[in-house]
C-alpha cells in the first residue's frame, strides 16, 4: 500500500514538474508505444459521436492526422469531459481534443495548442414552449448542461449567477440532457454550436434551437504544460489540414452538409 502511494507521488509529482523538465518528452512516448492516444468525450456530435461501435468525428479525423505525421496509429479513449484535463495532465492521454474550448483556467492546467474551429454556446427549448433567454434566469427555470462545460460555466455564473445554485442541472453529455429536457425536466439546454444544431435536427419534431448567440469561443487541442516539441509538432498538423482545407472537409463530412 505505501509503495503504491509513494508511487502516485512520484507520478503526481512527475506530472506537475511537467512544466519545467522537458525529460519525459511525449513524443518520445508515442514513439515508443507505436500509438497517440486521444483523450475525448464521444457524445458531441460532430467532433465526436459513436458510430456502430467506433468513435469518429472531426476531432478523430484531426487526431489521426497527427498520428499520421508521426508515423503511429491512433487510439481514442473515450471518458468523461472532466477527465480529460486529469488525463492529459498524468500523460494517460497524448492529447485531449473535444470540442475543447480555450480559457484561461483551463491555460493554467494544460497548454493549447492552435485554434482549429469557432464556436458559441446555444439553447435549446421544447418546440412551442416560449421559454427565451431573458427567462432562463427565472425562479424555477432549470437549464441542463454537460458538466464542467463552458456551457455549465456561462449557466451557472452569468445567467443564475449563483456557483451553488440547484437550477442548473449537470448532466454527462449533451445528449442525455437533451433527453430530459424532452423528459420536461429541464427547461433549456446550452450546449455548443453545432451539437446543438445536430441534437435539433435529430428531434427536429420536438425540439427547438433559439437564435441568441451566448458567446464566442475557439476550439484548441490539450497537451500536457510545457512540452514546446509536441506542441509544435500538433500545431504542424493543424496548420497543414487548414492549408489543405481538410478541417471544412472534416465538418461537412461529419454534418452530412
Ligand atoms: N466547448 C465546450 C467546453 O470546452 C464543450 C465541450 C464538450 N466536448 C465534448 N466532447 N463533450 O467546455
Redesign the pocket.
Known sequence: MKKIFAAFLAAAMLASLGGCSSSSSTIDQIKKEGKLVMA?????PP??YIEGNEPVGVDVDIAAEIAKDLGVTLEVSDMD?NAIIPAVQAGKASLGA????V?DERKQQIDFSDEYVK?AQYVIVMKGSGVTVDSLSEAGIVIGV?E?????FYATDEIKGDPNTEEVARYK??IVASQDLMNGKCSAVI??EMPAKSIVEANADTLELLPDVLTE?S?AIAVKKGDAAFLEQVNKTIARLKSEGKIDEFLIKHTGE
Open positions: 475525448t468525450n464521444a457524445a458531441f467532433f465526436e469531459f473535444a470540442g475543447m474550448t480559457t464556436s454537460q464542467g462545460t463552458t456551457g455549465d453529455n449533451a450546449i455548443d469561443e476550439y
